[in-house]
């Protein structure tokens, strides 16, 4: 019962196809990450964000992903171009502060075919 | 190097039995370590934490021994019952940095058997 609201929870793509995601943080959150994590359980910080303004994100992020947490809608997560290296679940997670603990969503997997 | 890493891979114990999951690391800045429990197809969940003032903090069945020195963490579980059987990920961040990115550990899966 997370209070971090991931939709869809499962998103199947063709390789060079757009996958969108989306995250609904916890209510009073406005700091959200992203992290992907692949099926070795490594965990990889893709971005953040303090409202609506990134706070860091990677090279990864920055060539091939998009991201944005507008002020009264989910935030999401696109990648444009979809490679079978981007299958993996993809964790969106909010906190209160900065250096507060994150609570995560369940995430949303996506399969490259 | 920002590593986090995490021993055995894969532990499995008896009902009522103690779980010791080990978690080590080598950036000397990070100083707050949260556990986070993971269960087949969920997010995961933060257990118990320990910044590095400290040595031990206890929750429950759940307890954390820090070694600053050696830069080692282990997860006690106590009396583990099958509910606690769960992928366990050890995390690391520098606590008061900007951004809050935490490092993970690949996880430890437990098993606990009835």
């Known amino acids: 019962n997370s209070k971090v609201i991931q939709t869809p929870r499962y998103l199947v793509k063709g390789q060079g196809q757009k996958a969108k995601m989306r995250c609904i943080p916890e209510?009073?959150?406005?700091?959200v990450f992203w992290y992907q994590q692949n099926k070795n359980n490594e965990f990889k910080f893709l971005i953040n964000?303090?409202?609506?303004?990134?706070?860091?994100q990677i090279d990864m992020t920055e060539k091939r992903f998009s991201a944005e947490c507008p002020s009264n809608s989910p935030c999401s997560l696109e990648i444009q171009s979809s490679e079978a290296g981007d299958s993996a679940l993809y964790l969106c997670?909010?906190?209160?502060?900065?250096?507060?603990?994150?609570?995560f969503g369940s995430g949303t997997r996506l399969l490259v075919i | 190097q920002q590593q986090v890493r995490q021993s055995p891979q894969s532990l499995t114990v008896w009902e009522g039995e103690t779980a010791i999951l080990n978690c080590s690391y080598e950036?000397?800045?990070?100083?707050?370590f949260p556990w986070y429990q993971q269960f087949p197809g969920e997010g995961p969940a933060l257990l118990i934490s320990?910044?590095?003032?400290?040595d031990k903090k206890e929750d429950g069945r759940f307890t954390i021994f820090f070694n600053k020195r050696e830069k080692k963490l282990s997860l006690h579980i106590t009396d583990s019952q099958p509910g606690d059987s769960a992928t366990y990920f050890c995390?690391?961040?520098?606590?008061?940095?900007?951004?809050?990115?935490?490092?993970f550990g690949t996880g430890t899966l437990l098993s606990v058997k009835p």
């Open positions: 964000f303090q409202n609506q303004e990134v706070l860091q």
């Open positions: 209510k009073g959150h406005p700091v």
């Open positions: 995390a690391a961040r520098f606590y008061g940095g900007s951004g809050n990115k935490l490092i």
């Open positions: 997670a909010s906190s209160f502060r900065q250096n507060s603990d994150y609570t």
């Open positions: 320990i910044s590095s003032v400290s």
């Open positions: 950036d000397s800045t990070f100083n707050y």
